[in-house]
């Protein structure tokens, strides 16, 4: 007993070393998105006091650059506003609200990546609401402090996407592979879809987070296994998640009657 | 409690909110950021108890983690900096260093350069490897590695040097 006590003592940095790197590592690992927000949503109060100074000073010395890109993505929207106006008459009922908001920080190193942005309980932002900017789609929201809000990059491979292809409507579900930040892949898509090279692929819709028939990227290559009956496709995105400026939280004003409904029937 | 205690708690809060503010803001465009709070790791005594201060490396990384929102990624790397810091400072310095603290302005500089590199490797290599994504991107950990620590590297030999006052 006393020489395990005494070898205890003589390793102790090893083993100090150890007990605390796998605790650093248990931290890295951590799959359940539920438990890493436990952490996070600690770190965001301060982090994000911290960030949002920086890109205060920052956003200031990039004003013309920003000028440029909301002129942009102004045109873009007005773009698709004139094209649907005539097209979507029926769908008056399902009005989207956007709610403006600015990316203080953002993460696209690691397989799990998170946004933080200005804009929170204040602004009306609420968990569970899509992400978008007018080239594509961001992310949704984890969960909201009274000014900021952690946002689930589309980087991140938790998370899963309804996507659907323009041309033919097939849905399938859209995940990051974790290795290129401007291409993600399109899953499940059944063989039946007649899939070509530089199709573009929109939001599917099938729930309350994205509106259906957001752009989202184009098709850049795809294949498929003999065996299989459906497709991979790699998707190359529109919007260039490295550089986010101005994104816009989408409010769903019948989400939770829609939720509730879901929930009643899955019972 | 001496007054130079005083001064690494001062630079355990300061350094991680300096690196925030002002050095993340030298980003290269790929994540490549000179990682300049690793002065604490380098000028932290050396004659201190090695168990407390690894426990204090792992926790600063935790502080700086949190700044970051990587949780865990930061700890690891300065742990393992820290825990690897005795071995690094007697193939530098030689074994009778031991018991002398690594001073700016008493540390001959190039063996203080070759400590600060050597202490810098194994930071960003268990930063780059543990922090990517997935082994296919093995070329972009190696091409990170090697910029990152030689970016890191230049930051931190540059701050010594300016700080460093001839006597």
């Given at each position: 007993?006393?020489?395990?006590?005494?070898?205890?003592?003589?390793?102790?940095?090893?083993?100090?070393?150890?007990?605390?790197?796998?605790?650093?590592?248990?931290?890295?690992?951590?799959?359940?998105?539920?438990?890493?927000?436990?952490?996070?949503?600690?770190?965001?109060?301060?982090?994000?006091?911290?960030?949002?100074?920086?890109?205060s000073?920052?956003?200031?010395?990039?004003?013309?650059?920003?000028?440029?890109?909301?002129?942009?993505?102004?045109?873009?929207?007005?773009?698709?506003?004139?094209?649907?106006?005539?097209?979507?008459?029926v769908l008056?009922?399902?009005?989207?609200?956007?709610?403006?908001?600015?990316?203080?920080?953002?993460?696209?190193?690691?397989?799990?990546?998170?946004?933080?942005?200005?804009?929170?309980?204040?602004?009306?932002?609420?968990?569970?609401?899509?992400?978008?900017?007018?080239?594509?789609?961001?992310?949704?929201?984890?969960?909201?402090?009274?000014?900021?809000?952690?946002?689930?990059?589309?980087?991140?491979?938790?998370?899963?996407?309804?996507?659907?292809?323009?041309?033919?409507?097939?849905?399938?579900?859209?995940?990051?592979?974790?290795?290129?930040?401007?291409?993600?892949?399109?899953?499940?898509?059944?063989?039946?879809?007649?899939?070509?090279?530089?199709?573009t692929?929109?939001?599917?819709?099938?729930?309350?987070?994205?509106?259906?028939?957001?752009?989202?990227?184009?098709?850049?290559?795809?294949?498929?296994?003999?065996?299989?009956?459906?497709?991979?496709?790699?998707?190359?995105?529109?919007?260039?998640?490295?550089?986010?400026?101005?994104?816009?939280?989408?409010?769903?004003?019948?989400?939770?009657?829609?939720?509730?409904?879901?929930?009643?029937?899955?019972? | 409690?001496?007054?130079?205690?005083?001064?690494?708690?001062?630079?355990?809060?300061?350094?991680?909110?300096?690196?925030?503010l002002?050095?993340?803001q030298?980003?290269?465009?790929?994540?490549?950021?000179p990682?300049?709070?690793?002065?604490?790791?380098?000028?932290y005594?050396?004659n201190?108890?090695?168990?407390?201060?690894?426990?204090?490396?792992?926790?600063?990384?935790?502080?700086?983690?949190?700044?970051?929102?990587?949780?865990?990624?930061?700890?690891?790397?300065?742990?393992?900096?820290a825990?690897?810091?005795?071995?690094?400072?007697?193939?530098?310095?030689?074994?009778?260093?031991g018991y002398?603290?690594?001073?700016?302005?008493?540390?001959?500089?190039?063996?203080?350069?070759a400590?600060?590199?050597?202490?810098?490797?194994?930071?960003?290599?268990?930063?780059?490897?543990?922090?990517?994504?997935?082994?296919?991107?093995?070329?972009?950990?190696?091409?990170?590695f090697?910029?990152?620590?030689?970016?890191?590297?230049?930051?931190?030999?540059a701050?010594?040097?300016?700080?460093?006052?001839?006597?």
């Amino acid at each position: 007993m006393q020489q395990l006590v005494n070898a205890i003592i003589q390793f102790r940095n090893g083993l100090v070393y150890l007990l605390l790197l796998s605790c650093s590592i248990y931290l890295l690992q951590q799959q359940s998105a539920y438990h890493r927000s436990l952490i996070a949503k600690s770190g965001i109060v301060i982090g994000s006091r911290l960030n949002s100074m920086v890109s205060s000073g920052t956003t200031y010395l990039q004003l013309r650059e920003l000028n440029d890109r909301l002129i942009k993505e102004n045109k873009i929207l007005l773009d698709q506003l004139l094209k649907t106006q005539n097209k979507f008459q029926v769908l008056d009922s399902l009005h989207f609200k956007a709610i403006p908001a600015q990316v203080i920080r953002n993460g696209f190193l690691n397989s799990y990546n998170y946004i933080t942005i200005r804009g929170g309980q204040k602004q009306g932002i609420l968990p569970e609401m899509g992400i978008v900017t007018a080239k594509g789609i961001v992310g949704v929201v984890q969960f909201v402090e009274k000014r900021y809000a952690q946002v689930i990059s589309i980087l991140n491979k938790d998370l899963q996407i309804n996507a659907k292809l323009k041309n033919s409507n097939h849905f399938g579900s859209l995940v990051w592979s974790g290795k290129d930040a401007s291409k993600m892949d399109l899953l499940d898509v059944p063989k039946t879809a007649n899939v070509k090279e530089g199709d573009t692929i929109h939001t599917g819709g099938m729930s309350v987070i994205f509106p259906p028939d957001l752009p989202i990227g184009y098709v850049s290559s795809f294949y498929s296994e003999s065996t299989s009956n459906f497709y991979d496709i790699e998707v190359t995105l529109f919007q260039d998640m490295t550089n986010l400026s101005t994104v816009y939280a989408i409010h769903y004003p019948q989400a939770e009657e829609i939720n509730s409904v879901q929930k009643s029937t899955n019972e | 409690m001496n007054s130079k205690s005083y001064a690494f708690i001062a630079y355990f809060l300061l350094l991680p909110g300096l690196q925030v503010l002002v050095f993340n803001q030298f980003d290269l465009g790929t994540q490549l950021v000179p990682h300049v709070y690793l002065l604490f790791l380098i000028f932290y005594p050396s004659n201190a108890e090695q168990t407390i201060f690894l426990v204090v490396a792992f926790f600063f990384g935790l502080y700086i983690d949190i700044l970051h929102s990587t949780m865990g990624l930061h700890a690891a790397a300065c742990l393992t900096a820290a825990f690897l810091r005795p071995t690094i400072t007697t193939s530098v310095f030689g074994k009778n260093h031991g018991y002398v603290s690594i001073r700016l302005n008493q540390t001959p500089f190039v063996a203080l350069s070759a400590y600060t590199l050597n202490l810098v490797l194994v930071h960003h290599l268990i930063y780059y490897v543990i922090g990517v994504s997935s082994w296919a991107q093995w070329l972009s950990i190696i091409k990170q590695f090697i910029f990152g620590s030689l970016y890191s590297l230049l930051f931190l030999i540059a701050i010594m040097f300016l700080f460093r006052t001839k006597k």
